[in-house]
């Protein structure tokens, strides 16, 4: 969940009891709509994703970015981070104002790196976006907590 551009926005994933046919996905955007008419919702939107195993993505890095707010930095970080198979386990974000009234868009997000990719070269890769979205990037270890 997050606030995009003013707009609460929410991804669910669900997974349907038995396996999923025709008829029980159409039943759950038919249902879906229903709730989205009810609450007076902008968009809702159903699509099926590939299963994939999430079992030991633990978090290993944080990837912030900041710069003046434009349309495609989400896209443009999210889609570098799919291409390498690196795994985004929590995204936040905010738009605040800056100096001269100017928007500023920063954007947090914890990623897991899969075992045989090589963090240094992701970082490499995002820094690139970075510098074609006239946009700060730090990109640090998660420190595991000890609990």
């Known amino acids: 969940m997050t606030i995009l551009r003013g707009h609460f926005t929410m991804t669910l994933i669900v997974s349907l009891h038995d396996e999923p046919n025709q008829d029980s996905v159409s039943t759950l955007r038919r249902r879906l709509d229903e709730v989205r008419e009810r609450l007076g919702l902008e968009a809702l939107s159903v699509s099926e994703v590939e299963h994939l195993d999430a079992a030991g993505a633990e978090p290993s890095h944080i990837v912030t970015v900041y710069g003046v707010d434009h349309p495609g930095i989400v896209h443009a970080v999210t889609a570098a981070l799919a ?60 420190e595991q907590a000890l609990l």
Do not use: C, K, W
Not at 91 to 118: N, Q
């Open 83 to 142: 291409e390498r198979q690196v795994n985004i386990t929590d995204l936040t974000t905010r738009v605040f104002a800056g100096e001269e009234d100017t928007l500023v868009y920063a954007m947090m997000i914890e990623v897991a790196i899969p075992a045989e990719l090589d963090p240094d070269e992701v970082q490499r890769h995002l820094r690139g976006i970075a510098t074609e979205q006239s946009v700060e990037l730090s990109f640090r270890q998660l």
